[in-house]
Structures are given as structure tokens and as C-alpha cells.
């Protein structure tokens, strides 16, 4: 069965292909609580604390998800409900890196009814997504709303990700193949509101792709991580930053699941979302 938004009359459809039955769900979407100039809609995360981290029972845990330690984010902040989409990404930007574009070999693994610029764009670098946010930032109607972007801290990420849970996953302690689209599930990205959004109105926080945080990584930072906003290591081990969520290629990723690779690299599984900041004019 595959679970995919889409636009039709009715609450869902059954789509007949040769030979294969699929039945297509439509997942409601949760109002957004800002939509920017280029459409982009963001969910309204409040303050709060959590215990950031794996727990101490949780068996497939890495040594750097650990030690479990409390986190108080202090302010509330807007935060993309979907991956930044390829049409997003383009239309900011003016191309589109990713393998599973329109007339690239990965369309070739897609189903035909498959819209690429809905899809999480991916093959971006940490700096790819950094100028993103940048670009985005100067738009002339960004400016003029006062609105800047940023990449979600590794906190506020786990934070929003979690939606006042405890769990493994946001949806419970064991995987599920209809709740996130990685494990291999899929061997391609799905198109964003595949799979219901979590409490806090999130699409794809498990999955889909892999998503750039602004943290520099560190092994040993939870140790000594400051309790109320972290912002990550001053000075990083290594030319690494984190990504966080995992994707549709890698192992079930749980809400603590920390990766990394160095700023420069990129692969298909990498894409990211953005925060949205208000400043009064």
C-alpha cells in the first residue's frame, strides 16, 4: 500500500495501475500557523523542556545519543512543517541539485504519478542549505514581513521531532512501516503529507530525508551541554555538522538518532527544513 496526499474530491480514492491495486490515503493537513511569500508553511512550536537524548534502556542507541540530560528551550519558534520540497528549493535558488528531479535517472524509480517538486530536495551540502536560508531571507517580501530563516538547532529539532513524547519514535517504541518512509520501505523519497504529521502538525520529522541542523557535532557534548538553549560545540571535533531524522535509505531513525557528515558533502538522503524568525519592524 502506498500513502500519498493527494488533490481529488472525496476522502481518498482507489487507483487502479496494471496488474497493482493502490489505495491512496489522504492525510489531513493541520492548519499552518504562517505561510510565507513563497508558500512555505511553518507550525507554531511552543516553549517547553524534555529530556533530550537516548534512554538509558534503549538498546540501539550510539555512545554520542547519550546521556539522556534535560533541555529547556526558552521561546517558542515557527518550524517547517514539511522538508524544504525541490519546487521550494528552485524557486529560491534557481536550480535544483537533486538526484530524483524531473529527467534524472532517480525519476526512473518514481511512480508515474509522481510530481519531483513536491518531493524533499536532496544532494545539498550544509552550506547548500545555510545559503538557502540566506536567499530566502532577502527576498523583498521577506524583508518587508521583518521574517529571517536559519537551520533548526540539533534542540529544538529533537525538541519539535519528540511533540511531548518519550517514546523510541514519535509514534511509539517500535518501528512502523506505515508511519515513516525509511528502513528502506521505499528505495526513493516520497512526496511531502505521505505519512500522518505528528502533535506538533510536523510531516516526515522520521524519514523521507535526512535534515541539516545548525549544530557542529561532538561525541562528548552532551556531557556538558548548557540546559537551556544549547546551541551545539564552539569548536567542533571535525568539519562535521549533524543531521538528524534519518532517510528513506538508512535504518529506522529515532527521535535521538544523531548522524554527521562533513559541511561540504551531500548525498540523495540529505535535505533539511528551516526555522522562520520574526522580528518586529
Given at each position: ?147 529571517r530563516y536559519r537551520l533548526p538547532t540539533e534542540a529544538e529539532w529533537e525538541y519539535a521531532c519528540r511533540a511531548g513524547t518519550v517514546t523510541r519514535f514519535s509514534f511509539g517504541n517500535q518501528f512502523r512501516a506505515a508511519a515513516a518512509n525509511m528502513d528502506k520501505v521505499h ?31 561532538s561525541p562528548e557534548y552532551y556531557a556538558r551541554s548548557p540546559v537551556t538553549d544549547p546551541r551545539g560545540p564552539e569548536h567542533p571535533d571535525a568539519d562535521d555538522h549533524v543531521l538528524r531524522g534519518g532517510g528513506w535509505a538508512f535504518p529506522a531513525a529515532s527521535c535521538a ?25
Open positions: 500500500m502506498v500513502r500519498r496526499r493527494v488533490v481529488f474530491s472525496g476522502t481518498g480514492c482507489v487507483l487502479l495501475v496494471p496488474l497493482i491495486l493502490i489505495t491512496l490515503s489522504v492525510w489531513p493537513w493541520p492548519d499552518s500557523d504562517l505561510t510565507n511569500s513563497t508558500g512555505m508553511r511553518f507550525r507554531c512550536i511552543p516553549a517547553g523542556e524534555f529530556q533530550m537524548g537516548a534512554r538509558p534502556d534503549d538498546e540501539g542507541a550510539e555512545p554520542d545519543e547519550r546521556p539522556q540530560h534535560r533541555v529547556v528551550l526558552s521561546r517558542s519558534f515557527l518550524l517547517g512543517q514539511f522538508e524544504v520540497s525541490q519546487g521550494e528549493y528552485r524557486r529560491v535558488m534557481g536550480r535544483n541539485p537533486s538526484w530524483f528531479r524531473a529527467g534524472e535517472d532517480g525519476q526512473k524509480r518514481l511512480g508515474w504519478w509522481t510530481d519531483p517538486d513536491d518531493l524533499p530536495v536532496e544532494m545539498v551540502s550544509w552550506y547548500d542549505a545555510v545559503e538557502f536560508c540566506e536567499r530566502l531571507t532577502s527576498l523583498t517580501e521577506e524583508v518587508a514581513a521583518g521574517r528505495d526513493h523519497p516520497l512526496p511531502r503529507g505521505s505519512y500522518p504529521p505528528n502533535a506538533f502538525g510536523l510531516f516526515d520529522m522520521h524519514g523521507n530525508v535526512l535534515e541539516w541542523c545548525s549544530d557542529w557535532h538518532f544523531r548522524d554527521r557528515i562533513s559541511t561540504l558533502l551531500k548525498g540523495a538522503s540529505h535535505g533539511f527544513r528551516v526555522v522562520c524568525e520574526v522580528q518586529l519592524l
